[in-house]
T-cell receptor, first 115, second 116 residues
Framework: DAKTTQPTSMDCAEGRAANLPCNHSTISGNEYVYWYRQIHSQGPQYIIH???NNETNEMASLIITEDRKSSTLILPHATLRDTAVYYCIVRDRVNSGGSNYKLTFGKGTLLTVNP | NAGVMQNPRHLVRRRGQEARLRCSPM?????VYWYRQLPEEGLKFMVYLQKENIIDESGMPKERFSAEFPKEGPSILRIQQVVRGDSAAYFC??????????????FGSGTRLTVV
C-alpha cells in the first residue's frame, strides 16, 4: 500500500500557481519523497524529489515541512498541458531487505488546469 | 542518451496466445521495474529485477506471468495464454539502483496490450 495520502482532485486556473499537498506522516528519517505525474495514457514522468530541504528545478518546487510529515508540490505557472494525475510517493523497501526499493503508486491527485 | 525503450508500443493477441513485452533500460541502469495499469485504474507494481536476478515479484500474478532481465539484452515480461483481463498498459521503469538517483526512476512509454 502507498505510504502517502493526497486529495483526489484539484482545479487550477491557467497561469496561476498549482499547490498540490501530500501527507506522509509515517515517513522515516532517511526516506525521500518523490513526485511523478502521468498525463493521459503516457508513462509516468519524474518531476522532483527531496529529503529535508526544499527543492526547485525547471519543472516545479517541492516544499517539505520541518517534521517531514507532509509536502507540497508547486507548479508556479500552470498551463493546460500540466493537466495530469500527480503522484506523491515514498519508496517501499523490498521484501528482501538491503538497499533495494520500489515505487508504490497510490491514486494520486487529478489536477485539472482550466483556461 | 536514449530513455527507457519499450516495444512494441501496441500489441494485439488472441485469447490463448503468448505476449512478450520488451524493455531496454536507460544506459547505465541495471534495475528494472514492471507496472501494469488497467483501464481507468492506477499503476500496480508487478516485479523488480536486477541483471539475472528477481529482487521482488510480489505483484506478479501466480500463473501465466514471468519476467526476466538477462545479462545481455532487454528485460522481457512474458504472459502465457492471455485472457481478456490481461488487456492493459504495461510500463517499465529503470534506475541505477543503490543510493538515490538524481533523476529518480525513469519510465518508458508503455506497451498497450489488447487481447481479442
Amino acid at each position: 500500500d502507498a505510504k502517502t495520502t493526497q486529495p483526489t482532485s484539484m482545479d487550477c486556473a491557467e497561469g496561476r500557481a498549482a499547490n498540490l499537498p501530500c501527507n506522509h506522516s509515517t515517513i522515516s528519517g532517511n526516506e525521500y519523497v518523490y513526485w511523478y505525474r502521468q498525463i493521459h495514457s503516457q508513462g509516468p514522468q519524474y518531476i522532483i524529489h527531496g529529503l529535508k530541504n526544499n527543492e526547485t528545478n525547471e519543472m516545479a518546487s517541492l516544499i517539505i515541512t520541518e517534521d517531514r510529515k507532509s509536502s507540497t508540490l508547486i507548479l508556479p505557472h500552470a498551463t493546460l498541458r500540466d493537466t495530469a494525475v500527480y503522484y506523491c510517493i515514498v519508496r517501499d523497501r523490498v521484501n528482501s531487505g538491503g538497499s533495494n526499493y520500489k515505487l508504490t503508486f497510490g491514486k494520486g491527485t487529478l489536477l485539472t488546469v482550466n483556461p | 542518451n536514449a530513455g527507457v525503450m519499450q516495444n512494441p508500443r501496441h500489441l494485439v493477441r488472441r485469447r490463448g496466445q503468448e505476449a512478450r513485452l520488451r524493455c531496454s533500460p536507460m544506459k547505465g541502469h541495471s534495475h528494472v521495474y514492471w507496472y501494469r495499469q488497467l483501464p481507468e485504474e492506477g499503476l500496480k507494481f508487478m516485479v523488480y529485477l536486477q541483471k539475472e536476478n528477481i529482487i521482488d515479484e510480489s505483484g506478479m500474478p501466480k500463473e501465466r506471468f514471468s519476467a526476466e532481465f538477462p545479462k545481455e539484452g532487454p528485460s522481457i515480461l512474458r504472459i502465457q495464454q492471455v485472457v481478456r483481463g490481461d488487456s492493459a498498459a504495461y510500463f517499465c521503469a529503470s534506475s541505477p539502483g543503490g543510493q538515490e538517483s538524481t533523476r529518480g526512476y525513469t519510465f518508458g512509454s508503455g506497451t498497450r496490450l489488447t487481447v481479442v
